[in-house]
């Protein structure tokens, strides 16, 4: 008895039985390429990312990815639903969700509606929609972000009725909003919820009114899916703890299972591989496939395997011809579906996201690719492929009638495939600087070498120190050693992306070259093959990671340009400073546990009688031991600034950075401007006026250090950020409240590099938001210090410029000098 997943408008309204059973047929049979095709909604018609259009590729052509029209368009993840001559996705404005119609094959804007306000982004991810609409004859169904879910006039966008997950359903808000794509069967259309009510909701199309509720489940990512045996229909709910089998006509739970997964099964998306088996992704290392035998309606459920060949992706997975695609980790990967092995991965054509077109792979990269290959077990064998957006795009390819349509965070396309002219191949544009480099010349050297390892070995020997510093801008990074595939991440790259090393043929040695600033110091590491990560055998100076963030844990190796230079605060031996440090604890009520300070008093502290300013510096035990803080300011006291308190506010034991983000921040600034300030104050000799004050904070506390100071300008008015981290709408906040500087004054120092977290991928760059947070500070009439420095994000690189800040905030007095 085949089990295979079904188009969702195999039984639409309005049609007889016998039209209903031709449509069947006609959609079960192979579509020969001309005929119509729509993908009305998320993972197509068939709801498994696959369409049977054959023809639409024929062996022994060449073919090319022409555009045939492109629009911008606002930020979002919605997929792009094609049905009835309509194509329609999500987008957001920055401000609201809408829903968006085009003409399907002119590209022409036909509507648009506004569903809700944006539900904003957080730990990178962009703000914006992430549903899918569904879009049938007569209306469009999509869900907002923040919940709210509405029908939408076909033919003008007018809306037909609406109801909200949250408000009326008691569905629970995902962090990242809500994100459950609807599905049409029927006369109902399908979503799922995932409250103490129900797992699924199913409406009557026409009238909104509430058909069937069941279930009990969370749901976090996940849509609903057909299945289909001998004539009958099984509605599948993917939840956080279970699969729900479940009648679709009348919303009877026939079955459920559970299936093991961990807190990373929210963005499971199943794939049908056979005739009776599902390939579930359960957790972020981990996957599964279990058989249903017997009837569809009352299976027996059994696990076949569990494998780790696809890991550490949002991706969906594909079936074809029993093989598996799908990514692991950045690595396309083609899976033995009988084994759960991997039989190929491939870093080409880039991570992405996967669908299924007259048995080819169409990926859309995330960087903004769209390639279409052979789905073999041979290995990865590219058709055709083109850079199609500049911005990120983390939506998969959807296909309609012989048509690609596709988006970026900025953009929608709709792409055609067609015959390459017979023309020469256009010329690739080229680095003149980094092909005529020595470096570029050796390696074409050992290319030609008939004796390729002696050469490689003097090589080697002839470059002592690695990386390889090509004048004041080029640096190159080698490795030698056993490995099908090589990558740099780091500082270097940004986060989030390894950058393929190219190798050298024949042999063992792979390399990769970059400008960089001649006054850049940066990190990086290798990745080999794709999942060890490893230093740079060759190059001793090494660097603890400064946060988990998105794959920067362990250590990097490190280098610096020729212009680059330590400062003098870290490296000058001031002897013996007669400054001292006492640790303190005090209980905070608004914390509820008792927290640990260590206050810095400079020289002369105990013998004079005067007040001192105070700084309090946020992640007080890193700021001392990486940011070599006591140090710096045995160094700089009484040469360069004036005598200063320092508190060093230490993080709350096993908190990580977690009471610095989100709505814990609150209680933590709270904890220091309400109580350990006067704590301190009770306890030392210390300045009382807010001019006095300065709150430092780095990384994850310099967006902190900057709340705390503008919620509290009457406590601190100074502030130091380096680096901030503006990860989620808790840190941007920061930019809807800001005063202005004479309503209310503030000395500001903020610095960033260059270098500093980014993610290529998902299109954030702190880099940029701290240049945005400058432009707005000076629009409010302040004048900030500091700058962007070509650097990473790291302790190394924030306490070679501690002296900037306080120089900036305690100058010299003569009365202070030494």
Not at 305 to 331: C, I, K, M
Not at 775 to 782: F, S
Not at 803 to 811: L, N, Q
Request: proline share 6%; charged share 20%.
């Amino acid at each position: 008895m085949p089990l295979r997943m079904i188009p969702s408008l195999l039984d639409l309204p309005r049609v007889s039985l016998a039209i209903a059973v031709a449509l069947n047929c006609f959609i079960g049979a192979a579509h020969a390429f001309g005929q119509s095709t729509d993908w009305p909604g998320w993972r197509g018609r068939s709801t498994s990312s696959t369409t049977e259009a054959t023809g639409w590729i024929a062996s022994g052509v060449d073919y090319q990815l022409r555009v045939a029209w492109r629009r911008p368009l606002g930020i979002g993840y919605s997929s792009v639903s094609i049905a009835g001559g309509l194509a329609v996705t999500m987008f957001s404005d920055d401000v609201d969700d809408w829903v968006v119609a085009f003409d399907a094959r002119a590209g022409d804007e036909l509507w648009r509606y506004r569903v809700s306000p944006t539900h904003p982004g957080r730990d990178g991810s962009a703000s914006g929609p992430l549903s899918t609409p569904y879009v049938t004859d007569e209306a469009v169904y999509a869900l907002g972000s923040s919940g709210r879910f509405v029908a939408l006039a076909t033919d003008e966008g007018g809306e037909l009725w609406s109801s909200h997950l949250a408000e009326d359903h008691g569905g629970r808000r995902p962090d990242y909003g809500f994100t459950t794509s609807p599905l049409a069967y029927g006369d109902v259309v399908v979503v799922q919820v995932g409250s103490d009510r129900a797992a699924a909701v199913a409406f009557d199309r026409r009238s909104g009114e509430i058909v069937w509720r069941t279930g009990r489940d969370r749901i976090d990512y996940q849509s609903p899916f057909l299945l289909s045996q001998d004539g009958q229909a099984l509605l599948v709910a993917v939840g956080r703890e279970q699969l729900h089998g479940i009648d679709p006509a009348t919303g009877s739970t026939l079955w459920r299972y559970e299936h093991g997964g961990d807190d990373n099964v929210w963005y499971m998306s199943p794939a049908v591989v056979g005739d009776d088996r599902l390939f579930l992704p359960i957790k972020w290392d981990e996957s599964a496939l279990i058989q249903l035998r017997g009837s569809l309606r009352s299976p027996t459920i059994k696990p076949l395997w569990t494998r780790d060949a696809t890991r550490g992706t949002y991706s969906v997975p594909v079936h074809v011809d029993g093989y598996l695609y799908e990514y692991n980790r950045q690595f396309l990967t083609c899976v033995d579906a009988a084994t759960g092995r991997a039989v190929w991965k491939s870093r080409q054509p880039g991570d992405g996201f996967v669908s299924v077109v007259d048995a080819h792979l169409v990926i859309g990269t995330k960087v903004g690719g769209l390639h279409i290959a052979k789905a073999n077990a041979e290995g990865y064998e590219e058709v055709v492929g083109r850079p199609l957006f500049a911005a990120p795009s983390w939506s998969p390819p959807s296909f309609a009638n012989g048509l690609l349509y596709c988006r970026s965070f900025s953009e929608i396309a709709c792409v055609e495939l067609v015959r390459a002219p017979q023309t020469d191949s256009p010329e690739v544009a080229r680095d003149d600087t980094m092909v005529s480099s020595a470096f570029a010349q050796s390696i074409a050297s050992l290319d030609r070498a008939a004796d390729k390892e002696p050469a490689i070995a003097e090589f080697i020997r002839a470059h002592p120190r690695f990386p390889i510093v090509e004048g004041d801008d080029i640096a190159h990074f080698v490795y030698y050693g056993e490995a099908n595939d090589v990558a740099i991440v780091g500082g270097l790259i940004g986060d989030d992306y390894a950058a393929p090393m190219t190798r050298v043929r024949g042999t063992r040695l792979f390399h990769y070259s970059s400008h960089v600033e001649a006054d850049a110091r940066l990190s990086y590491r290798f990745v080999i093959n794709g999942d060890k990560t490893l230093l740079d055998p060759r190059n001793p100076r090494t660097v603890p990671a400064t946060t988990n963030l998105h794959g920067r844990d362990g250590e990097f190796s490190w280098f610096s340009m020729p212009a680059w230079q330590e400062a003098k605060h870290l490296t000058t031996d001031s002897g013996p400073s007669g400054s001292r440090l006492e640790r303190r604890k005090f209980k905070s009520r608004v914390l509820g546990k008792a927290r640990t300070v260590d206050v810095y008093l400079p020289p002369g502290y105990d013998t004079a009688e005067t007040s001192y300013p105070v700084a309090y510096v946020h992640q007080g035990g890193l700021a001392q031991t990486r940011g070599m803080y006591r140090q710096t300011l045995d160094a700089l006291v009484g040469r360069r600034i004036s005598p200063v308190i320092a508190v060093f506010v230490h993080r709350a034991p096993d908190s990580g950075d977690s009471e610095y983000r989100h709505d814990a921040r609150q209680s933590y600034t709270r904890m220091v401007a309400e109580q350990l300030v006067p704590f301190i104050d009770r306890r030392y000799r210390t300045q009382t006026s807010a001019s006095a004050r300065a709150s430092i904070g780095m990384g994850v506390t310099g967006s902190l250090s900057l709340h705390l100071a503008f919620r509290y300008p009457d406590v601190f008015g100074k502030v130091a950020s380096q680096s901030p981290l503006f990860l989620s709408i808790h840190e941007k906040e920061l930019w809807s409240i800001l005063p202005n500087a004479e309503s209310v004054p503030m000395q500001i120092y903020l610095d960033w590099g260059k270098y500093g977290a980014r993610s290529p991928l998902e299109g954030w760059d702190m880099a940029v938001e701290s240049r945005k947070l400058r432009t707005l500070l000076e629009g409010r009439g302040y004048a900030p210090t500091g700058g962007e420095a070509h650097e990473a994000f790291s302790w190394e690189s924030w306490r070679n410029r501690t002296d900037r800040i306080f120089e900036a905030f305690f100058p010299l007095h003569d009365d202070a000098r030494q």
